[in-house]
């Protein structure tokens, strides 16, 4: 190679204790790509990209960055030598606007006055040269999610950084926000800027990265240029074995028993709402509902659940559901889990009236840990240890912890909403096994998701929601792609 | 005319009981817009009170009092960033220790200083302060306003409380944000406290603050951490306060009403100003973290 990469990992490792989270690892960037980093959580991506940015030190090894080596102590030294980070939490504070949030960035002496007038003019001339649409006098709260990620990308490029690391960027963007992005990153790959992205969407690689790097157990297990792959052997790669082809069912839907009816319901909830809703979910059967966040899917949610969260006399219509009903939240920090308590006070949540659990006003806390050890074994969430803190299990625990609670209560009625949201590719197939094994005991499951691969795979039909209404429905046999998308967008 | 002549002397009395409030709440306002939950305000402001009380007397001067506030609000506050920041104690339980500590230490140096428990000395009449700390309270509140919004600084006092990460991410220290917060927090209230003691009195008093470090906490919540709402808030309080002082001794009819219960209003109008009418008021997200 004449040209020296732009970034060079040569023999790096870091270690924590015991755990290698990265053990010898080498890799390089060619300057002005993109290229993917992908791996399962804890396969040591991350750790790889902290030691980029100057977050960790390596134990062993050297980076180089256009064949000079460098050591960063801080992020600051890393953002000097024009690397930039978006973190997948944004570091932006909500109350104050975008132009604040970039401000606070730029160095100055405490007590003299913030250029806004000047740095907004700069922004919005460097905003339009890579062709964002940003209001900068926006408070960040009042910015979807993709705007907010460009506030970050557009924070980063007025350091005039040449190197972007994205973590986990597509997570939290509706499909055409992913576009959108995807956009606007070719252009800056285009305009000479060296773009990583940490990712676990296989698809997303294929579509984006010119080359890509494969972590496995804290090691690069894999390195090939996008073109010379597809997505199956980069799921073998990452986890190290072929992905199990899910069976055929062999159980069939009972076409006779439903056991959940949506008759003429609508109902609103905040600034937005759902109208003349009609579905029937039967027994052995999984009802997909297709559908960007934000159309109505929490409202349907709470019409079942929780009708007194919805706007006063809003609601309209009946719900008919018979047996227990059961569901995994669509945000499980947010609704399903207190996050500081132990993992056995959290399986208890919603059976806490169970007098398998309780005596009198007294929790049985011996049977409850017992009861919960075994669920953890039996679906395998680690460590198995029900002491712990909630939030000390990784996503993909955390996740089966939460399905494992709702699907050993054996409901007849399953609400899942987004039930892989933020977890690896093991424990996908987990969860989606389990939905499959619910239903074949004869449960009948509403699957609210925003995945498509999820629904195609899971569902025996797709209803689409698309501003609070169902605009199209497709059975298992009309299942197709563009299809679903365009619907979802609410074209025809 | 004599309706004016009320109205006046109401107003220029609401102005004057302000003062202490707006001083302490404006300490409270540094400290937590920096995150880190203050009750310790009416320790702050006691050891303030009592500093100014002392050395004005002392020296007969009340300069020179104030002086001696700044160095002892300086002094508590950073007693108190050092627990709170330094050592990551507990935020609430510090500060009310702080306010213990106060109330303990202060009899401790009146009895070997004076050889009583009680007051201290009183300045005499015209060396203490006849306007000066209400025109200072005002200034201080536009001088914080505009800081605050329109300085690098100001910025990093706002994401300190709010997204204190970003802020590391930019270079900058939250430690030794917070350390200059909570100091200067200290001044601050100090100076509410010797308003007290060298303006509206000329001299010491056991417990003279009688719970406006809290009041002027309350203030700041009402006024959503805001400088000029919470000083708008500090002035209902502070009328609430007057109205009360001039109410004393009031009949219905042939009954007199108990001086006690007429000395609540200002304490309840907090109340309903905190239970009541506080619409939305959102706490810096990292206050307490």
Known sequence: MTIPAAIEFKGVSKFFGEVHANSDVSFYVAKGSIHGIVGENGAGKSTAMKILFGLYQPDAGQVFLNGKPVAFSSPIDAMNA??????????????????????????GSAFSLLPRKEQKARLQSL???????INLDSLVEDLSVGEQQRIEILKILSQDSEILILDEPSAVLTPQEVQDLFKNLRRLRDEGKTILIITHKLKEVMSLTDAVTVFRAGKVVGHKKTVDTNCEDLAEMMVGRRPQKPQERSTTVDEKSPILKFENVSASLGNHSVANINFTLHRREILGIAGVEGNGQDIIIRALLDKSALKKSSFVGTVTSTGLVGSFPEDRLRFGVLPSRPI?????????????????????????????QEIMNAYDVRPHNPLLPFEKLSGGNQQKLVVARTLSQKPDVVIAAQPTRGVDIGAVEFIHGEIR???????????ISSELDELMTLSDRILVLYKGKIVAEFTRKEFDEVALGTSMGGGR | MEFMLLVFSLLFATLRLATPLIFASMGGFMSERSGVVNVALEGFMLAGAFAGAVVGYSFDSAWLGWGAALIAGLAMGAFYAFFTIELKADQIITGMAVNLLVMGLIPFITKILYSSTGSTPALLLEDRFRFEPMLMAFILVTALTYWLYKTRSGLWLLFAGEHPEALVA?????????????????????WGGTSLS????????????????????????FGKWRPLPAFLACLLFAFADAVQIRLQGMHIGNFEIPVQFIQI?????????????????????ALGK
């Open chain 1, 344 to 372: 056995y006070e959290n399986f208890l949540l919603g059976q806490q009236y169970n007098p398998q659990f309780r005596r009198g006003i007294f929790l049985k806390v011996r049977q409850i840990i017992s009861r919960t």
């Open chain 1, 127 to 133: 905003a339009e040269h890579y062709g964002f649409s």
């Open chain 2, 198 to 221: 060298l303006f509206l009195a000329s001299s010491y008093s056991p417990m003279m603050t009688g719970g406006r470090g809290f009041m002027a906490l309350a203030a700041l919540i």
């Open chain 2, 265 to 285: 209003l200002p304490y309840v109008v907090t109340i309903i100003a905190l239970a009541g009418f506080i619409g939305k008021s959102r706490a810096p997200k």
């Open chain 2, 170 to 190: 930019s270079g900058v220290s939250v430690r030794k944000v917070r350390w200059a917060a909570v100091s200067l927090s200290g001044v601050f209230a100090a």
């Open chain 1, 437 to 447: 094994k619910a239903r074949d005991e004869g449960a009948g499951i509403l699957l």
């Open chain 1, 82 to 107: 024009k690397v930039g980070m978006v973190h997948q939490h944004f570091m932006l504070a909500e109350p104050y606007t975008a132009l604040d949030n970039i401000l606070l960035q730029q160095k």
